[in-house]
C-alpha cells in the first residue's frame, strides 16, 4: 500500500504571513503542484501559477529568477538554476539581488502571461 504524504502551499509572498493551502492526493491540482516542486524549496501560488521559493540561501550564493525551464520561480545557486533550464528549449533566467526582489519579478511575470513550466524530455526539437 503505497502512501502520498500531503504538502503545503503558500499563496502569500515570501515576506509577509503565509497563506497556507494543503495539498493532498484528493486536491485537483496535486499532480500539477507535485510537477511544480523543486528540491530545497517552499512551493508559492500566484493566480493559480506554482513556482519556487528557495528555503535558504547559503551565504556568497547568487539567487536567480527562472520564468521558462522545467522548474519556475526563484533558485538559489546557479548549479540549481542549471537544473531547471538545462534541455529546455528557449529557457529563460536571470540573476537577481534577492529572494524578495526575485519573487517580484516571478509574480509581474505570471501577471503579464510570460512564464512557463516546460518538460524539457516534451519538445518536439528532441524528435528531430
Request: a negative charge; proline letters at 6%; aromatic letters at 8%.
Amino acid at each position: 500500500m503505497s502512501m502520498t504524504i500531503p504538502f503545503v502551499v503558500n499563496s502569500a509572498l515570501s515576506t509577509e504571513n503565509p497563506e497556507l493551502t494543503v495539498i493532498n492526493k484528493n486536491h485537483p491540482r496535486y499532480d500539477n503542484a507535485v510537477r511544480s516542486l523543486a528540491d530545497k524549496s517552499v512551493l508559492h501560488v500566484h493566480k493559480a501559477v506554482f513556482y519556487n521559493v528557495p528555503v535558504q540561501v547559503k551565504p556568497c550564493q547568487e539567487v536567480f529568477c527562472a520564468t521558462h525551464g522545467a522548474y519556475i520561480g526563484v533558485v538559489a545557486g546557479w548549479e540549481n538554476t542549471l537544473n531547471c533550464i538545462l534541455s529546455v528549449p528557449g529557457a529563460v533566467h536571470f540573476h537577481v539581488d534577492s529572494i524578495a526582489i526575485g519573487e517580484e519579478k516571478i509574480r509581474n511575470a505570471i501577471d503579464e502571461g510570460c512564464i512557463e513550466m516546460v518538460e524539457p524530455w516534451a519538445t518536439p526539437d528532441l524528435y528531430k
